[in-house]
């Protein structure tokens, strides 16, 4: 099967290394794996900030790159969100858009969704080994189902010791331009986060969002905890040894 | 009640700095949220979320005719022997009630919470034309002591810890101090039962109003509501027009959901059907009762594209949720209801533009939406909020065009290539050899409480480009 994979715009800009992260993984999935030179961002910012012709522009030019594949894959949940479940709602009412925006949200997946419940992966290359725990996104848990299937693929790696944090399904405070606005509440959001992990023993904190990830290591980092990693499943999945 | 929406960063700023504030929201943090978690999975989670879409369903049957439902209401009231009067907004429900009160020469008011009395500002209202309020709620009853807006629309005093009730109680109740929960309880009884014996007029709210009989349904857990509706001689319920649900068929379904929802309890310890005033046959009960059914602003959102705001059913699951709540307490919201449904209704009710924080004040996490036992999408209503301030242009012109200028980038790969490029590499060199930026310049508020990582240095699309290729 031909899957796009849509990069996003932050692992382009900020953590090439998940892109190519979850290029390997696909690729170890047996699928083909295009990747269009032109992609850049599914217009989520505008959209959750009320810009909708901005918002509205990004989804067509990235509905036409990606519509000829099977599949479109993102290494986010909030983008795979963003297209699976909030394209439809730009081009309400439109015959020819909303059917092309449909078509392509029908075959839209999060990594770990699809290599759990499309690709049907056993086994992920990776060779991981430490103890971690693992922050739910919120797009991805609450729009898009996932909770399961990371914690299923990481199950199969054996060096892999996952220990649950406190309210691992509450928001680290990230919000996209809500961290920017409203800065305090935020830091504080993500103090709470960084609390629940540092109760744990784990080493790393794993999850599926960019956004997310900044801003926990941002925090960790500022209340002087420089050891906790914070990675991206996709890293933790295709790990070199 | 003044509005003070427009001030939430200050609000939520001096929250934050709160330390007595801050241990009270930590605790209340998993209480409510576990509760209600316990009572679905009791009750079983498959029946649990059919019960919702249920509920969902009966809200919008209601609302789709809510005309029809508040005429056959009034009918049935009326038939039954109550008065049934409309307001249109907050001074039209004063004004009513002070007349009534006049008309029958009432001197001391007993009230069961009402949030639309506080929307209202009902209290200062009666206190200024010689009606003395008492709210008997205890948590009400505490903050009216405190003199201070609720903080949470069903735990209205839930910012308050032991010590800070201990104190309000010794001061105005001019008796030992007590630090012990049941006996504040107590004390808290026995200073309202003199109150519950003397007043002659009774004002509540309303759960739900049931169409086919005419009746208001009042769900309680402290037992105060029956005797603020049944033992003075005139009972007036306030309550909003939306409250209105076809049948006691649907009051009962509605019922599983409620009190699950909003405190894990399978039902409340008190669930009131009140119809009509006393009979010639009764042995109790109020001799005039009274309808004010309240617009203040709802119909404004029938048959928009915000209707679903009016399916709830005020049960407060949005704000126990509400990781932002959870942080800041309900005052920094600035009006009568806090959490994500204040966040919604506040700038309908209030106008779009004295509340223009709080349709931002959120991350859009959807933990309201799913807890929701109506099925509100608050996370897409605070999203269309923020669609009309932008229409209406009331975000900084510096927002709208940063917007405006991302997606012009974003539109043309060549140039996103090139700007890209050259951030990434920027933001690399300042964040040195630390690793992590600490003061970002154009984001200040993220660097307020946290680093900024910085990028790898290359972006995703020239590294690929760049890849060695496979040879096949």
Redesign the interface.
Known sequence: MRVGLFVTCLVDLMRPRIGFAALKLLEHAGCEVFVPSTQTCCGQPGWNSGERSSARALAEKLIGEFEACDYLVAPSGSCAGMIKTHYKDLFEGEGAWLMRADALAAKTYELTDFLANVARVQQVPGAFSGRITYHDSCSGLRELGVKAQPRALLAGMPGVRLEEMKDCEVCCGFGGTFSVKFGEVSAAMAEAKCAHIADTTAEAVVLGDLGCMLNIEGRLRRRGDSKTRVLHVAEVLAADG | MQIQSMHF?AR??KA?ADEKLQSVMKRFG?GFVDKRAAARTELGVELFETLRTASAGIRDRGLANLDVWLRRFEEEARRRGATVLWAADGAEVRKLVLEIAARHGLKKAIKSKSMVSEEAGLNEALEGNGVTPIETDLGEYIIQLAKEPPSHIIAPAIHKDLQQVSDLFAEHHRRPRLEDIGKLTREARLMLREHFLTADLGISGGNFLIAETGSVAIVTNEGNGRMVTTMPKVHVAITGIEKVIPTLEDFATLMRVLPRSATGQAISNYVSLLTGPRAASDLDGPEHMYFILVDGGRTELVGGDMQEMLRCIRCGACMNHC??YQ??GGHAYGWVYPGPMGSVLTPIYNGIENALDLP????????C??ACPVKIPLPELL?????????AKL?PWS??AG??A??FV??R?RL?ALA?RI??RAMKLLGGEKG?ISRLPL???????????V??G????D???ARPKRGN
Do not use: D, I, N
């Open positions: 960063q939520a700023h934050l998993s990781p932002v942080t800041v931002q004040a959120a991350t859009l996490c959807g933990a939406h799913v999203r269309k909020l923020r669609e009309r301030q932008m229409q975000r927002e709208r917007f405006c991302w997606a974003a539109r790969p996103y890209t951030a990434a992590t984001g200040s508020g993220w660097t307020l409480g946290r680093e900024m990582p990028p790898e290359k972006t995703f699309r590294l690929y480009a």
